[in-house]
């Protein structure tokens, strides 16, 4: 029997909607994808135009810090990256080896102890 036939079963033409139905929702999810990609929508626009105008923000924060500088090249980034990573090996080996030696210990506030009741 050919595929084509009109003496089809309801399994199978129930089957062939759903398949319908799938493809189709498929093919609404990639159109959407594509209109994104093509016209980003309001709420990227509006990073996008935030992003620009942060540089003229670094007079200070409003606590008085200064805002650091952010770094554009990759190479940079990396390169600040390993200073920091570098800076907290320096810590940590710091503690290391404080750690190591001998730690003296005050107690200034300690609860007084209550005997044992028999």
Do not use: H, Y
């Amino acid at each position: 029997m050919d595929c084509m036939t009109s003496t089809t079963t309801d399994g199978s033409v129930s089957r062939r909607r759903t398949q319908t139905a799938l493809l189709t929702a498929v093919g609404a999810l990639l159109a959407v994808d594509v209109f994104l990609r093509i016209e980003p929508p309001a709420a990227q626009a509006a990073m996008l135009e935030a992003a620009e105008v942060q540089p003229e923000r670094r007079e200070g924060r409003q606590d008085g810090r200064p805002v650091p500088p952010t770094l554009i090249n990759p190479a940079e980034q990396r390169a600040a990256m390993l200073q920091q990573l570098r800076d907290m090996r320096r810590s940590i080996d710091q503690l290391t080896k404080r750690l190591d030696g001998q730690i003296k210990v005050q107690v200034t506030n300690f609860p007084k102890t209550q005997p044992a009741a028999d």
